[in-house]
């Protein structure tokens, strides 16, 4: 296997002493960190097949997306020609349901395809992808899987179950991640890993939920539900169970330290206890809540209650820099506090927390020693004020975009050099994507929106 010298610059290791540290070199080998230290040092002591040179620049821990739906991509700049929605409900009878309904296994791949190297060269090197079809279920998490592989970063990937048309329609769905759960648990070599999802409380059942639970713990495999995101959400339990979201959830026993709820916006005071007491994770999606129109997710007050939470993308803005970006500010505005949250916290987000989400602290979200080599060598063009030991998480928050990213390493494998792409054909790849949305599109112009088939029977 490669050996790679990261020679110079500042690395952000986000380790759990938070220490920056200039000048310094990392060796890496069999695809882990093997040595961090002052650069002379690390250039008398390492040989390596490669060397990076990172002076002058960032270095830090690839990015981590809680929260994803790569499919996402081959709606950038739609226009459905639809009536405009006036809420969330409305967004998914008319958006993303017809779109659910018309996705096939090509498209899932498609769209994979170029989620993933978007992934690749704005530095997210790990992210959390649930794929919603009811036209393409079985087989297509190995679709999915295939994309994962060929950009060569890291995927936790799932169908996202829902019982909107039939209980059977959400059983399909499950049981594809349980099938994808049990090959993935016999073959060690995709980076996809696997991962339950339910798509929110008011599409499925108590049943499935049940069954779901079950199947996760069997296989250790973490769950993953979008949680009050809207108000549909909330009083649909309010209404059927005479329950809030939390309360159901907790209820019919879905949840643990292996959940991770995305969303939470409509969350009070007892839910907040609730996830807490269960050590249940959130995935938040800033720049998804203000596109939806939802609300704000109360992100400090899940903080102070020391819940991990991550940062998603929803499938919206890939770039994992301008989600931070994002949350940085909205916290701010809504709480009218500008100590409401500090850009450290938001890195930690986006990096460590986000490991911890899905039980993969050990392994990744920082930079130490015996940790899977995934990291990031970031080198804005033009900086106007100097980037040293101080400004580097300023600079972070407020300047770096993911274009910013001269090189992404993943697994101790170089995955882009200087900007460029060193494992998938990009021109191929975005080709295809390109044929996948204007397929997609003209299906979408003929569809009705989904109206009937909010509510699962019980
Ligand atoms: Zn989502």
Redo the contacts with the bound molecule.
């Keep these: 296997m490669t050996s790679i010298l990261v020679k110079g610059g500042i690395i952000v290791t986000m380790d759990p002493n938070h220490r920056i540290l200039p000048d310094h070199s990392i060796a890496i080998g069999d695809g882990k960190f093997q040595a961090i230290g002052q650069t002379n040092e690390i250039v008398r002591d390492w040989k390596a097949d490669e060397v990076i040179d990172a002076s002058g620049s960032i270095v830090m821990p690839g990015l981590i997306c809680s929260?994803t739906?790569l499919y996402g991509m081959l709606l950038r700049g739609a226009n459905l020609n639809i009536p405009p929605p006036s809420d969330f409900t409305q967004i998914l009878q008319r958006v993303w349901w017809p779109v659910d309904e018309n996705l096939t296994f090509d498209d899932a791949y498609a769209s994979a395809l170029v989620g993933c190297l978007e992934f690749l060269k704005t530095g997210t090197t790990t992210f959390a992808d649930?794929y919603s079809g009811p036209n393409s279920i079985e087989g297509v998490l190995d679709r999915i899987a295939g994309a994962v592989d060929e950009v060569g970063i890291r995927g936790l990937i799932a169908f996202e179950a829902t019982e909107r048309h039939s209980k059977e329609e959400g059983e399909r769905g499950v049981q594809e991640n349980a099938r994808f759960a049990s090959k993935m648990k016999q073959e060690h070599v995709s980076k996809a890993m696997p991962l339950f999802s339910l798509h929110a409380s008011f599409t499925v059942t108590d049943d499935l939920i049940r069954s779901t639970r079950e199947l996760a713990t069997k296989y250790a495999v973490p769950i993953t539900i979008?949680t009050s995101e809207g108000l549909g959400d909330l009083q649909h339990n309010i209404e059927r169970y005479g329950k809030r979201t939390l309360e159901r959830l907790r209820d019919v026993g879905l949840l643990g330290p292996d959940v991770v709820l995305?969303h939470c916006v409509q969350l009070n005071d007892d839910e907040l206890d609730i996830v807490a007491r269960s050590g249940g994770k959130i995935a938040h999606?800033p720049m998804?809540n203000m596109l939806n129109a939802v609300g704000t997710a109360p992100l400090v007050h899940m903080l102070r209650r020391g819940i991990s939470v991550g940062l998603g993308n929803?499938?919206y803005i890939f770039d994992g820099f301008e989600n931070m970006r994002a949350a940085y500010l909205l916290h701010r505005v809504v709480s009218r506090d500008p100590n409401a949250i500090d850009a450290y916290t938001i890195l930690e987000m986006a990096t460590i927390r986000g490991a911890e989400l899905y039980g993969l602290a050990e392994q990744l979200g920082s930079i130490e020693l015996g940790k899977r080599a995934d990291l990031i060598v970031i080198k804005p063009d033009v900086l106007p004020t100097p980037l040293n030991q101080d400004s580097v998480i300023g600079h972070l928050i407020n300047s770096v975009c993911g274009r910013d990213v001269r090189t992404t390493i993943v697994d101790g494998k170089i995955g882009m050099r200087d900007r460029k792409v060193m494992t998938v054909n990009e021109e191929k790849a975005q080709r295809e994507a390109q044929n996948a949305a204007a397929g997609l599109w003209q299906r979408l112009r003929t569809v009705k929106p989904q109206v009937e088939h909010i509510r699962p029977s019980r």
């Design positions: 929260h739906h649930t979008h995305a999606n998804s929803d499938g």
